[in-house]
């Protein structure tokens, strides 16, 4: 796994060991930045990372202009990588992690706020159980997205794009195994 694009082009990631964690491949990575550079800038974009992983979502934006990243994740393993690979490419200074559940993290996150772009790679059950679609209209509902911001949400193909509270699905795109849905008031997303 590597960065895919900008100024930290080929850079390895770390990934925590075994099947707990995973991270989107960098095909997917790859085709959902050229969505998001054809529609709008990252240029000294905040973005957000839920359910973070490895952090490749918001590295990668980092690397390809964002000003800010917060990532956040529960896992220990994840967290552990999330620090190595911002350690790795010498970001410390634009990346805030949050070690708490997204359930829990309006509050934290709040601070921050609103972000340009959010990402979410949460685990495929959690998306098919309701439990992601809760949890980010709860973010929503809390201004977290700044009001021309994009929710890119990743889940597996046999999973419905869900309905969350506040944004419109816009578009998604299917790569093997992966659905990518766009959300929010960016609807020339396509």
Do not use: W
Request: aromatic residues 4%.
């Amino acid at each position: 796994m590597r960065i895919t694009g900008g100024v930290h082009r080929s850079r390895p990631l770390r990934a925590p060991r075994g099947d707990a964690t995973r991270p989107t491949s960098d095909r997917v990575r790859e085709a959902l930045f050229s969505i998001l550079a054809s529609q709008r800038t990252l240029e000294g974009a905040k973005v957000l990372d839920l359910y973070a992983g490895t952090g490749a979502l918001g590295l990668e934006a980092l690397s390809r202009g964002a000003s800010s990243a917060t990532l956040v994740e529960t896992s220990r393993s994840a967290l552990s990588a999330i620090r190595a690979n911002i350690e790795a490419l010498g970001v410390e200074q634009r990346v805030r992690v949050a070690a708490i559940a997204v359930e829990r993290s309006r509050q934290t996150l709040s601070a921050d706020a609103p972000f340009d772009v959010v990402f979410a790679d949460p685990p495929y059950a959690l998306v098919a159980s309701g439990a992601v679609a809760n949890a980010i209209g709860e973010l929503v509902s809390k201004q977290i997205l700044a009001d021309d911001g994009l929710l890119v949400l990743e889940h597996g193909k046999n999973d419905v794009s869900p309905t969350i509270a506040g944004l419109t699905l816009s578009a998604s795109r299917r790569y093997g195994d992966t659905v990518i849905a766009f959300y929010g008031s960016c609807s020339t997303v396509a």
